[in-house]
């Protein structure tokens, strides 16, 4: 093969096979990972309005931030429990992983709430 | 209660007036109006009879009119305590001793009655009180009683068993078995073995009566001394009980010395000072505030007034402060210590001398001469050599019969206090600005200090200040008054004093402002002027403002000391301070609400993202179970959760911690509970689709 490719084509050349692959990937794994989006992106605005007001209720701030934070960690730890391709997890069955994912959810925003001031 | 005020008000008169030591005056109208207010027995009858012969007696030496109610209850207490058969022989003493002030009748059986029951009481005693009670009411009884036969069976006896309680030092116990001596005691002893001797029928031992002479003499030697001359008896304060203090025990060796005087014939040889140190004590107790010691104290001057030993006498002056200027005269009143008159006698004035110096008399010996309108002994006119001030003159007094010596007694020379006050002149006074070198007046001005100053000087840090004038005496000598002042006074109050020497009569003072300048804390300015001229013997002491000198100091260096602050006026410390504004943290910048507004609208953006991306990726319900039992659990786990969630939003808005967890607790049980059930359920269905 004599044909050099360039890094141009190879960048869009890899977006493209990580599309198709991520299109084979199953529909709650791909509304986990749609959750998980929406938690940054929260967490996202809410920086970049500290970043424009200034961190007066700090705690406030924090608490903002570490729920969206806090929530997408959890999801994550979710999908790596539900996902079938994970061979350590074979065992756990998903509705259990889910169980955890919400009393976790709900301790973290129990205290969030208590954070919030 | 208004008489008890006036006489409180009286008392506290003679009280302030009787301060003067060295100065005994007799007794007077204050004493007997006192006593009047002292006196006054509860609903007409006094405690006890103890208190109403105290009170009768007090009236009789007094001289003050019996009172008929008075008289009559007194004799219906006596007749009752005479009549009563329990009585003790203590009862029946005092009964006895108020009746012989009181002098109501007894009749013949009770007197008899009385007799016989004293007798058995002497011979039957125990305690020198015993002894004391009925012996002394067997005398009394014999006065009083138109029986003739009194007397006591064993007189000699009855002495032995009384002088048998007496110690070695003088003093006397109460009882054998009582170890506890007390001059008290001794007193008591004297005025019992006075009533023995009386009520003897045959002489007693004259042995007897001379150790009883030695141990008055020993009880003497305890006496003890006040710096002013008086002499008392004090005990020593072992039971609180049996302790009467110095004027009780004073007044009861005296009663028992002059009772045994009166019986013996024997000289009893007691130095007659001693009589009068016992009359400087109770004289100088003024007036006492307590009716028992009003009657010890009268009652003992009473036995210094005519007792035979020796007659004390005093010296008394109407007024120590003799004034120059309205030529007062010194008078000096001679009498006994209840006022009563005394024989003829020559008062002189042996000499006088200055106050703290102890030079030569400034007088010779001369007799005063004796007025007969006043009673008093008057010196005509203060000799030229007794100037302004205050001395110490000392008088004699010599009896005119040489019999009377052997019964008055006057001392021999009595020092007193006399102040000499007149008017000083103050002449000759100037004020001048003088240059520093040269010496040379700048301005001078006459100063007349009896009248108003209103001086205006002026004067820089070069120049001194001279203040002169000349003090003189009514006899034209020189004077050194205890106070001479100039205060400088800055208009901020400030103030700066200097004292005005003197050489003979000229008195100066010079303010070199050169060196005064540190001390005037570099102040320049107004001073007001201030001269102060004062002293006890002076009648016309003066504080005058002389009027103003305006300074120019220089100005104060760095490190010049700062003038001490003023005292602010004392009322202000006390007013309202001033307001304290507390500063509060200035509140944080809030950003503006539309901002805010509008960044919560875009925080709910992602939230519509992710529902729209679950719409895109087809999102469907159709696991959700069917069967009833399990479609209502799924539905209460969905409705636990949204509860929890509501719980969180009440707890940030209203409810606290403690609150939300306790509902927490029951909501989590059931969520728990519901949810197991529900995702068992769905994991078995998912296990058997598997399998299948």
């Given amino acids: 093969m004599g044909r050099t490719l360039s890094t141009k084509e190879d960048a869009g050349a890899l977006f493209h096979s990580l599309r198709s692959a991520y299109a084979a990937t199953p529909v709650n794994l791909k509304i986990i990972d749609l959750y998980v989006g ?20 700090f705690n406030s701030f924090l608490s903002g931030v570490l729920s969206c934070v806090g929530t997408a960690v959890l999801a994550v730890c979710l999908r790596i429990q539900v996902n079938k391709e994970n061979k350590e997890f074979k065992d756990l069955p998903p509705e259990r ?10 301790v973290l925003h129990l205290v969030i709430m208590n954070f919030l001031g | 209660m208004a008489r008890r005020l006036a006489g409180f008000l009286v008392l506290l008169l003679v009280v302030s007036i009787c301060e003067a030591a060295f100065l005994f005056q007799p007794i007077s109208d204050s004493h007997r109006s006192a006593a009047l207010e002292l006196f006054t027995p509860d609903h007409g009858s006094f405690k006890s009879l103890e208190e109403t012969y105290e009170a009768l007696r007090t009236f009789q030496i007094l001289g003050i009119e019996k009172k008929p109610d008075l008289t009559a209850t007194a004799c219906r207490s006596i007749s009752e305590t005479v009549g009563s058969s329990s009585s003790t022989a203590k009862d029946l003493f005092y009964a006895l001793k108020a009746n012989s002030i009181a002098e109501c009748k007894i009749d013949k059986k009770a007197s008899k009655g009385i007799i016989s029951r004293l007798n058995a009481s002497v011979s039957g005693a125990s305690s020198l009180l015993d002894f004391y009670y009925s012996v002394g009411g067997l005398v009394l009884i014999k006065d009083q009683s138109s029986e003739a036969d009194v007397h006591l069976a064993d007189a000699e006896g009855v002495f032995r068993s009384v002088k048998a309680f007496s110690q070695s030092d003088g003093r006397w116990r109460y009882s054998s078995n009582n170890p506890e001596s007390s001059a008290f005691a001794a007193g008591i002893a004297l005025e019992t073995l006075a009533g023995i001797v009386s009520l003897a029928s045959s002489e007693i031992d004259q042995s007897l009566i001379s150790t009883l002479k030695n141990d008055i003499i ?22 609180g009980h049996e302790y009467q203090g110095p004027l009780s025990t004073t007044s009861s060796v005296l009663r028992g010395l002059t009772a045994f005087a009166a019986v013996t014939a024997e000289n009893l040889n ?38 035979r030993v020796s007659i004390p006498l005093i010296l008394s002056f109407p007024s120590t402060v003799l004034s120059l200027t309205r030529k007062d005269s010194l008078k000096v009143g001679v009498s006994t210590v209840l006022g009563s008159e005394v024989p003829s006698l020559t008062v ?4 006088a001398f200055s106050s703290g110096s102890k030079d030569a008399s400034l007088v010779e010996s001369q007799e005063l001469n004796f007025d007969k309108a006043s009673g008093l002994y008057i010196l005509n006119g203060l000799p030229k050599s007794i100037d302004v001030g205050s001395y110490t003159f000392v008088f004699e007094v010599v009896l005119h019969e040489p019999e009377h010596e052997e019964v008055y007694f006057m001392g021999s020379q009595t020092k007193v206090p006399i102040s000499v006050t007149g ?3 103050v002449e000759n006074s100037e004020i001048a600005v003088l240059d520093s070198d040269l010496g040379s007046i700048e301005s001078q001005k006459k100063l007349d200090l009896a009248g108003k100053n209103a001086i205006s000087l002026s004067a820089n840090h070069l120049q001194k200040l001279r203040l002169s004038f000349q003090l003189t005496t009514p006899h034209g000598r020189s004077f050194k008054p205890h106070q001479a002042f100039l205060k400088l006074r800055h208009e901020s109050k400030v103030e700066h004093i200097f004292v005005v020497g003197n050489s003979g009569k000229q008195f100066e003072i010079v303010l070199n402002f050169l060196g005064l300048v540190e001390k005037f804390f570099y102040l320049s300015g107004k001073y007001d002027m201030e001269l102060t001229i004062g002293d006890a013997a002076m009648e016309n002491s003066l504080l005058v403002a002389i009027g103003h000198i305006e300074l120019d100091l220089p100005e104060a260096p760095e490190k010049a000391p700062r003038p001490p602050p003023q005292p602010v006026d004392p009322y202000s410390r006390y007013g309202p301070k001033a307001e304290i504004t507390h500063i509060f943290r200035a509140p944080e910048k809030r950003p503006p609400q539309e901002l ?15 529902l729209i991306g679950l719409l895109r990726l087809g999102v469907n319900l159709k696991n959700f179970p069917t069967k009833p039992v399990p479609a209502t659990f799924a539905v209460l786990f969905h409705v636990g959760i949204g509860a929890v969630l509501l719980l969180y939003v009440f707890f940030w808005v209203k409810l606290d911690l403690f609150q939300t967890l306790k509902l927490l607790g029951f909501l989590g049980v059931f969520l728990v509970f519901v949810g197991h059930r529900i995702l068992s359920h769905l994991a078995a269905a998912s296990a058997k689709l598997k399998s299948a």
């Fill in chain 1, 97 to 106: 992983a889910f169980a955890d994912f919400v009393l976790c959810n709900l």
């Fill in chain 2, 218 to 239: 020993k009880l003497f030697d305890s006496i003890e001394k006040y710096d002013d001359g008086a002499l008392y008896f004090d005990d020593k304060l072992v039971d």
């Fill in chain 2, 596 to 610: 805010s507004l509008a960044f919560l609208g875009l925080t709910i953006l992602p939230l519509l993202g992710f």
């Fill in chain 2, 270 to 307: 007691l130095p007659g000072d001693k009589m009068l140190g016992l009359a400087k004590f109770f004289l100088g107790i003024c007036v006492p505030g307590d009716a028992k010691d009003f009657f010890n104290q009268i009652d003992s001057l009473a036995c210094l007034e005519s007792n």
């Fill in chain 2, 423 to 425: 008017l000083i002149k």
């Fill in chain 1, 38 to 57: 929406f938690a940054i992106f929260t967490a996202l605005i809410q920086v970049v309005y500290m970043a424009m007001v200034g961190s007066f209720p």
């Fill in chain 2, 348 to 351: 002189k004035l042996v000499g």
